[in-house]
């Protein structure tokens, strides 16, 4: 909020100030999903609730592994509404309610929703940095130069962002997606669709980026586009999971 | 202690004018030849100050003599400012706002070599290091808190920033300049002062091609090699006197499928226009046009005198609190030099 109105008023400064707001949002997510795992004896993640708290903690951790690595400081102005977002909606939604049976706690199971999350942590931020690079490229088209152009990261960096992020979404949500055949119960068909469904989404948009049959700006609308079908299909996932 | 300031600039003076009195008389000289306590010259391509401290005044036709070796001289031109006036003047120099570009930066580096200058020969006493080192302050607090110095205003400048933001680091970066005008020696110049090692010039002439290439530290091409070169660079500057259009959308498609990854830089500064319009429509491709440039320079103006308001309140700001810091001080020195009885009947009580 203090960033868009300081780019409002002309007088935004590169600082730590989105870092360390995310930061400190960060601990106390960390202590809310400490506290629900001890009460649970398990991985916080049972419902649709817990799915969009441990999400938004996974949006915050990547920003801060990769938002100061790639000096995408302003990255944390987009982030941050992100964030609200997921933890409003997850707050005011009437989709804390327990699962229905008590499933008994699987390492396994664990590891493949928390892995999940954190992919999906990743693709938030390549939708993030996807769109701060169409931003950017519509100034650079139009001739348009507002305040926010100077802030930006260039383009280049920008694109470099979003390969790595894909990348390190995709490596994630890999291994999440082969830790689900471990699992002890059968897993519902919906939920392993959607999943396999996300899988070859992000694969094909790094295929597009590999064997250059998107230019880069296609490559951050399709960031977009994935992680809006994503959070759907998580939806889906979720849903059928607390159905079974 | 009277704090005033003696010089002319680019409003009161013109090139010539300042010509004769930038000869570099040192500091210490106006100290001996006019009588001052402390004093410190600023020179820069648009301006010739004497910032002085002293007990007596001093007269400005004493300074200007200072200024220029010749004993007859004419000073209408010179102006003055002392105490608040002259203390509200140096926060706007040193913040860009009395330049000739407004928000320029130089300006403050000059001012801090000039106050080291003076310092290291001595002429600088504790007056002129407070009054500089609020200036200073001032100086960065207008250039954090507001757009002063935000954007380039110079056709050069705004292509170069323009292919940073697009490229990031531009020493990786492959730069193509066809035809050898003398905007395209500018900008091509401007490009390598920030960084850019890959220089390759084309034009139709070979000799203008190798002259360029030779200024610029740049290697020539033959004009008939440069859309195979084309292929291979990020940046594109064009500025012939071709009267159809050398790159059209058509001739950039086949290109373009090959790098698609690769965004591609067109300064086109050649009228009339050596590129095609339509191509900036092209997936990747940023076309800029001398009108474009011209128009982005125009909107970082704009940008800066819409800053100048809070630039000035800030500089107000600053003002009054050093004249406050600067009173109080005075007062001291008036209590404990003048009446130093006083000041130990004060510590006796």
Not at chain 1, 82 to 96: S, T
Not at chain 2, 250 to 264: C, K, V
Request: hydrophobic share 50%.
């Amino acid at each position: 909020m203090r960033t868009i109105v300081a780019l409002r008023a002309h007088t935004f400064q590169q600082s730590r100030f989105n870092f360390f707001a995310i930061a400190a949002g960060f601990i106390l997510q960390s202590a809310f999903l400490y506290l629900r795992g001890h009460a649970e004896h398990r991985c916080p993640l049972t419902n649709l609730f817990e799915v969009f708290i441990f999400l938004a903690w996974s949006v915050a951790l990547i920003y801060m592994l990769v938002g100061p690595a790639y000096r995408l400081s302003l990255m944390g102005a987009f982030t941050a509404p992100l964030v609200v977002i997921l933890q409003v909606f997850a707050l005011l939604a009437p989709i804390d309610v327990p699962h229905a049976a008590k499933m008994p706690a699987d390492p396994w199971l664990e590891f493949h929703a928390s892995i999940s999350m954190i992919a999906y942590g990743a693709f938030a931020l390549a939708c993030i940095a996807g769109a701060m690079y169409l931003v950017q490229d519509r100034q650079l088209k139009t001739h348009q130069i507002r305040s926010i152009f100077y802030h930006l990261p260039p383009l280049s960096d920008l694109f470099a962002a979003i390969t790595r992020l894909l990348w390190l979404g995709f490596i994630l949500y890999t291994l999440g997606l082969a830790s689900g055949f471990f699992v002890g119960g059968p897993l519902p068909r919906l939920q392993i669709i959607c999943a396999v469904g996300v899988w070859i989404l992000y694969g094909a948009i790094l295929q597009g980026r590999y064997s250059r049959w998107f230019a880069p700006r296609r490559i951050a609308a399709l960031c977009i586009f994935g992680f809006a079908a994503a959070l759907t299909l998580l939806w889906g996932i979720t849903f059928s999971a607390q159905i079974h | 202690m009277n704090l005033f300031c003696v010089g002319l600039s680019h409003h009161t003076a013109n090139v010539e004018t300042r010509e004769i009195f930038s000869a570099n008389r040192e500091a210490d000289c106006v100290l001996r030849d006019a009588g001052c306590a402390e004093a410190l010259v600023l020179t820069t391509c648009n301006r010739v100050e004497v910032y002085g401290a002293s007990q007596n005044p001093v007269a400005t036709p004493d300074v200007a003599r200072c200024l220029s070796r010749k004993i007859d001289i004419d000073h209408s031109a010179f102006y003055r400012h002392e105490n608040a006036d002259c203390v509200q003047h140096l926060f706007r120099v040193a913040s860009g706002l009395d330049s000739m570009v407004v928000g320029e930066t130089e300006v403050l580096g000059q001012a801090k070599k000039a106050y080291e200058s003076a310092r290291a020969c001595g002429s600088a006493g504790p007056f002129l290091h407070r009054l500089f080192q609020r200036a200073f302050r001032a100086a960065k607090e207008v250039r954090s808190q507001t757009e002063i110095t935000r954007g380039a205003v110079s056709v050069g400048s705004v292509a170069v920033d323009l292919a940073a933001k697009i490229f990031g680091d531009l020493s990786r970066c492959k730069v193509l300049v066809v035809g050898a005008g003398e905007n395209a020696e500018r900008t091509a110049r401007a490009l390598s002062s920030r960084g850019v090692v890959d220089l390759r010039v084309s034009n139709r002439s070979p000799e203008r091609a190798r002259d360029l290439a030779a200024n610029v530290g740049g290697t020539a091409v033959p004009f008939e090699d440069w859309p195979e070169q084309f292929r291979k660079i990020d940046i594109l500057i064009t500025s012939t006197s071709a009267e159809a259009p050398l790159l059209t959308p058509a001739q950039f498609e086949s290109t373009l499928r090959e790098r698609i990854d690769r965004p591609l830089f067109v300064i086109d500064i050649g009228v009339p226009r050596n590129v095609d319009p339509r191509v900036n429509e092209m997936n990747g491709v940023y076309l800029y046009d001398i009108d474009s440039l011209q128009s982005v320079a125009e909107q970082a103006r704009a940008t800066r005198l819409q800053h100048i308001a809070a630039a000035e309140k800030i500089i107000a700001e600053h003002v009054a609190s050093f004249e406050e810091t600067l009173a109080r001080g005075l007062e001291w020195r008036a209590r404990n030099i003048a009446h130093p009885q006083m000041r130990i009947a004060e510590q006796g009580s």
